[in-house]
């Protein structure tokens, strides 16, 4: 697993301050980070592939700095958008996949076996030359779950994976995501895809008011909202 380090992390958007004091050292496998609309989840899932980088304080990656050294991050740490379709860009479901991998100083056969690999584990291997905006909302975010794993990260960061997916779609977003062998950091409201997780933080008006077992942060967490 990688070691991802908040030290005194801080954050504002102008003058509103929506992390502070953020301390945190993450080694396990599964991560969930649970906390109401506008506690600042986004704001610190995004801190740890270097899409925002904090106010004051610093976020590293193996001891690699997000806010110097963002693309080697970003190499390592990949990111699942709530909204799938923010992140296919390609038409077809196969350009999408083999797009992850344009930079990748790969050749054509290794990307190629690469997106069929994909393609397979995810149940699309008819659809490679499909649309990609005319999967079902599952399809989608199981390609972008696709387009990230392709490059082989060693951590996975997903903020609200299910919350637009329907219960099934949800369920089945939920389980790709709990077989991949990467290191996940998940931001949810889906409480119970928490149960089998190493650690759950609860995220408060921008601090962090529980850091522990799942089966202690959710009680923690309908203790906060009620
Ligand atoms: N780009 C931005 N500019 C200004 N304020 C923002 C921006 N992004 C988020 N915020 C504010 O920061 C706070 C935390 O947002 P966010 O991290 O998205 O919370 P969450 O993911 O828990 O809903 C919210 O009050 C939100 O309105
Ligand atoms: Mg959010």
Known sequence: MSEI????????YGERHVLRDIRLRLTERRIGVIGA????KSTLARMVNGLLTPTSGTVTVDGVDTARKGARVRRQVGFVFTDPDTQIVMPTVGEDLAFSLRRSGLDKAQIAARVTEILERF?????ADHPAHLLSGGQKQLLALGAVLIRRPS????????TLLDLRNARIVASALDAVDQQVIVVTHQLPLLDTFDRVIVVDEGAIVFDGAPADAVPAYRELIE
């Open 123 to 127: 149940g699309l291997r008819d659809h």
């Open 155 to 162: 951590v996975i960061v997903a903020d609200e994976p299910t």
């Open 5 to 12: 380090v908040f030290d005194r992390v801080h954050h504002r």
């Open 37 to 40: 609309n506008g506690s600042g």
